[in-house]
């Protein structure tokens, strides 16, 4: 299973700001789908997940301001917000807990990490 994230890039604070993630490969099922960011000197943090019945979770600091949803039909999870902050400047990295169809434990799957950058 690869995931493949579009958006990102630099972007200014106050500012709209569209991730979109896509599972492919030999997928049999997904979980969850989701984002978490990693900032400079930090630890890796969940900002928002999905589960494939459309029921969503945040981080304290998104809330309210980021919105994820999934189009499961085309193994697709998106986040967006119109309301970027300069704190929000991250490598962000698309996630999906899910089986394929060689193994169908449940594993971690991974992006290779898009940066966003939050400029004033």
């Known amino acids: 299973v690869q995931l493949q994230a579009s958006g990102g890039g630099l972007v200014q604070a106050g500012g709209p700001l569209r991730l979109a993630c896509t599972a492919s490969g030999s997928i049999f099922s997904i979980n969850t789908m989701g984002w978490y960011r990693q900032a400079a000197g930090m630890e890796r943090e969940l900002v928002a997940v999905?589960?494939?019945?459309?029921?969503?979770n945040y981080a304290d600091s998104v809330k309210g301001r980021f919105t994820t949803f999934r189009d499961n039909a085309r193994n697709t999870v998106h986040l967006q917000t119109n309301s970027v902050k300069l704190e929000d400047t991250a490598v962000y990295y698309c996630?999906?807990?899910?089986?394929?169809?060689?193994?169908?434990?449940?594993?971690?799957?991974w992006g290779q990490g898009t940066q966003v950058t939050v400029s004033s």
């Open positions: 999905v589960n494939s019945a459309g029921d969503e």
């Open positions: 996630h999906a807990r899910g089986s394929n169809w060689y193994d169908l434990n449940e594993h971690d799957y």
